[in-house]
T-cell receptor
């Protein structure tokens, strides 16, 4: 089974801190994604990457950046954490295309910014 | 803008009943429509998916109905069970004719389903 592992389940950070969320996948998927999940808003795409060192903005990239130095690892960076970034963050990976296309999600990181 | 609209936001069903969740989309370039199921403390997991060249797909108790002309699709859960209690997300993927979508999914707002025993 494909596994997507997010390094932390729960994080509490202070306003203004630089925060790193790490994600690793073990199935050689080309695509990796970062979403945030908020009640009533569903899953909103922050950034995605289709190849090493390649990144594309999603729908809500403001206040975030990403890094993909290796194919299996995709990091989300909150440059200066703010309380409105308190949320559940979900990482996902997928093949680029194919008949069995689908995302595999990690279990999520619940970030609280105080 | 919300390209995929999902309703209802929450749903309560008795055991054995039928659960129905609806989604509507606007972008005619969408070419793949999956549903994801999420249990508390877990990430969403792919449940069932459909392409727009078919009107219905069934897997066990789960059925997707697709209406291309109305740009709507729905998930039906037959004989709903307490173990089906979860959050359900519909999603849509933009076809990659222009080579720029990279297969990213747009998700609906989610439906919290509660099945009472």
């Amino acid at each position: 089974d494909v596994k997507v592992t997010q390094s932390s389940r729960y994080l509490v950070k202070r306003t203004g801190e630089k925060v790193f969320l790490e994600c690793v996948q073990d199935m050689d998927h080309e695509n990796m994604f970062w979403y945030r999940q908020d009640p009533g808003l569903g899953l909103r795409l922050i950034y995605f990457s289709y190849d090493v060192k390649m990144k594309e903005k999603g729908d809500i990239p403001e206040g975030y950046s990403v890094s993909r130095e290796k194919k299996e690892r995709f990091s989300l960076i909150l440059e200066s954490a703010s309380t409105n970034q308190t949320s559940m963050y979900l990482c996902a990976s997928s093949l680029l295309a194919g008949p069995n296309y689908g995302y595999t999600f990690g279990s999520g990181t619940r970030l609280t910014v105080v | 803008q919300q390209q995929v609209k999902q309703s209802p936001q929450s749903l309560i069903v008795q055991k054995g009943g039928i659960s129905i969740i609806n989604c509507a989309y606007e972008n005619t370039a969408f070419d793949y429509f999956p549903w994801y199921q999420q249990f508390p403390g877990k990430g969403p997991a792919l449940l069932i998916a459909i392409r727009p060249d078919v009107s219905e797909k069934k897997e066990g108790r789960f059925t997707i109905s697709f209406n291309k002309s109305a740009k709507q699709f729905s998930l039906h859960i037959m004989d709903s069970q307490p173990g089906d209690s979860a959050t359900y997300f519909c999603a849509a993927r933009e076809g990659d004719a222009g080579g720029t979508s990279y297969g990213k999914l747009t998700f609906g707002q989610g439906t919290i389903l509660t099945v009472h025993p």
